[in-house]
């Protein structure tokens, strides 16, 4: 059974003015539907075949470089692409309000701290959000496939820092690239990644599952 590609969860132009309808579909269509493509052919007839995606990043590794790098760049194009939303006014939950307040002090250095980190990266590579083992947030880089799950890292969003993901709307700018994807960051998605139970969560327990209610607390 090969690995589908998720569909795109909204339509090609309706990031724009932020993302482009042009770059987004070729993002789609040229990069992730190729990394699908790869690592379907890759895994068939290995061990691979059958598992799942997350299962694929963590048990290649250490060993089958081209396997996970096209397992991890197909996963990290997904979750990238799930993390935007159209540009409609989008409230922070309080859940995850408080927890953006408990390790970057306000919304406002969680920002500076992941335009600093993504304009510091030298080359292509990721920009995670990440929930750490401890229960804090904290944002970093990473380059190629290095994937977060491989630290026992709970991914609650990522920026693609390849220039395909923006060169034909900001050109080199990505100062102005990640500028427009802060305004459609799409916080329900994050809120969901902070309070589903994926594959490597570390156990948090219950102190962490407080909170819920809206704030009009807005992006
Ligand atoms: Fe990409």
Redesign the pocket.
């Known amino acids: 059974m090969s690995l589908k590609p998720k569909p795109l969860p909204y339509s090609f132009d309706a990031l724009e003015p932020y993302i482009s309808k042009k770059t987004l579909e070729l993002?789609y269509t040229k990069?992730?539907k190729v990394y699908n493509k790869k690592i379907n052919e890759l895994i068939s007839g290995t061990s691979f075949e059958g598992m799942e995606l997350e299962e694929i990043i963590l048990k290649s590794a250490s060993s089958e470089m081209d396997i996970f790098n096209n397992a991890a760049q197909s996963w990290n194009?997904d979750f990238?692409f799930r993390g935007l939303a159209p540009p409609v006014r989008q409230e922070i939950s309080l859940t995850v309000l408080n927890r953006i307040h408990d390790s970057f002090g306000s919304v406002e250095e969680l920002k500076k701290e992941f335009f600093k980190n993504s304009m510091n990266h030298f080359g292509s590579g990721w920009t995670w959000i990440v929930e750490n083992i401890d229960g804090s947030l904290s944002v970093h880089t990473t380059s190629n496939a290095e994937h977060p799950l491989l630290h026992h890292e709970v991914p609650l969003l990522v920026c693609?820092l390849?220039e395909?993901?923006y060169y034909l709307d900001c050109y080199n700018e990505r100062t102005n690239y990640l500028s427009n994807f802060w305004q459609i960051i799409n916080w329900n998605f994050v809120e969901d990644n902070l309070l589903k139970t994926p594959l490597l969560r570390p156990s948090t327990g219950d102190k962490f599952m407080d909170g819920g209610a809206s704030s009009d607390y807005l992006a």
């Open positions: 993002h990069n992730y194009h990238y693609d390849w395909h993901a």
